[in-house]
């Protein structure tokens, strides 16, 4: 089953802050953030691992919350490079290789 | 530049056509996918290889053949597609399949069936 990921879209202003989430409903050992500018591949953002490990770009943040099963992308002070679309991917059930990405969010900086 | 290159960047062709799509990693990794990624679709997952051996098909349909010949190169055969198989089709590669693991995206190859 694939994550949930919310909102769908978002329009902001250069400097203001946004977050992007992330449910599943299943329990997770990771969570993977990608942005996707158009016509790009996904860049990698962050792998945020259950006991609290992170790996990712020191300007991004992120949560994982273990027990509720979620995730969250902090972008703060938002600049106009931050557009795209933001995914993110878990595990997939059963152990099997891969991840199952979200629909993505949609984000907008607007100078 | 992430290190993964794939070719041909666009493709058109008929339903009777046969083509074939490469991928090729620069970064020595062991695990490497292919992906599907059509409009206002989420990214799934159609293969997935470790060390040359296929450990994962996303119930793919048979028109869709991969090969990993070695663990840098990626193909993926196409034969009597589909225009619904019009989509982006993403490599992916990462040191290991597991799910620790960073995942690294070539730019994609356009697909157009007509």
């Known amino acids: 089953q694939q994550p949930v990921q919310s909102p769908q879209a978002v329009i902001l202003r250069e400097g203001e802050d946004a977050v992007i989430n992330c449910s599943s409903s299943?329990?997770?050992?990771?969570v993977h953030w990608y942005r996707q500018k158009h016509g790009e591949a996904p860049v990698f953002l962050m792998i945020?691992?259950?006991?609290?490990e992170q790996k990712g770009h020191e300007k991004i943040s992120a949560s994982f919350n273990e027990k509720k099963q979620q995730s969250s992308l902090y972008l703060t002070a938002s600049q106009l490079s931050y557009s795209g679309t933001y995914f993110c991917g878990t595990e997939r059930p059963g152990g099997a290789d891969g991840l199952t990405f979200g629909k993505g969010t949609h984000l907008i900086i607007q100078p | 530049e992430t290190g993964v290159t794939q070719t041909p960047r666009h493709l058109v062709m008929g339903m009777t056509n046969k083509k074939s799509l490469k991928c090729e990693q620069h970064l020595g990794h062991n695990a490497m996918y292919w992906y599907k990624q059509s409009a206002k679709k989420p990214l799934e997952l159609m293969f997935v290889?470790?060390?040359?051996?296929?450990?994962e098909n996303n119930s793919v349909p048979s028109r869709f053949s991969p090969e990993c010949p070695n663990s840098s190169h990626l193909f993926l055969h196409l034969h009597t597609l589909q225009p619904e198989d019009s989509a982006l089709y993403l490599c992916?590669?990462?040191?290991?399949?597991?799910?620790?693991?960073?995942?690294?995206f070539g730019p994609g190859t356009r697909l157009l069936v007509l």
């Open positions: 299943k329990a997770l050992y990771s």
């Open positions: 992916a590669s990462s040191p290991s399949p597991g799910p620790q693991e960073t995942q690294y």
């Open positions: 290889y470790n060390f040359k051996e296929q450990t």
């Open positions: 945020l691992l259950k006991g609290g």
